[in-house]
Nanobody
Framework: VQLQASGGGLVQPGGSLRLSCVGS????????VGWFRRAPGKAREFVSA????????FYADDVRGRFTISRDNAKNMVYLQMRSLKPEDTAVYYC??????????????WGQGTQVTVSS
């Protein structure tokens, strides 16, 4: 499966953005999908994940309550709605797919990143 993330941009603190991840192929609905981010000078970190059906979601502690992950398998899409953004959310965000749900484990497929910058 091929993934492509989009929706990043420049937003002021307290603002919102919605990231999108589109997957190719008819098997997209059989993959769990996660979002990760890499801030300048830092290691890549887990942000959120969702299971195949969209029935279960997982969040890193510092985004829980502010970010919401969802998916639309009919459109091969996964979304990350980000609210109350903080400067420390600034990073390149990546979506990734895995066959077997393990939110912070190994992902087989990765999309290119989309830059999110939170600054006044």
């Amino acid at each position: 499966v091929q993934l492509q993330a989009s929706g990043g941009g420049l937003v002021q603190p307290g603002g919102s953005l919605r990231l999108s991840c589109v997957g190719s192929g008819r098997t997209f609905s059989t993959f769990a999908v996660g979002w990760f981010r890499r801030a300048p000078g830092k290691a890549r970190e887990f942000v959120s994940a969702i299971d195949r059906s969209g029935g279960r979601s997982f969040y890193a502690d510092d985004v829980r309550g502010r970010f919401t992950i969802s998916r639309d398998n009919a459109k091969n899409m996964v979304y990350l709605q980000m609210r109350s953004l903080k400067p420390e959310d600034t990073a390149v965000y990546y979506c990734a797919a895995q066959r077997y749900l393990d939110p912070v484990g190994s992902y087989e497929y990765w999309g290119q990143g989309t830059q999110v910058t939170v600054s006044s």
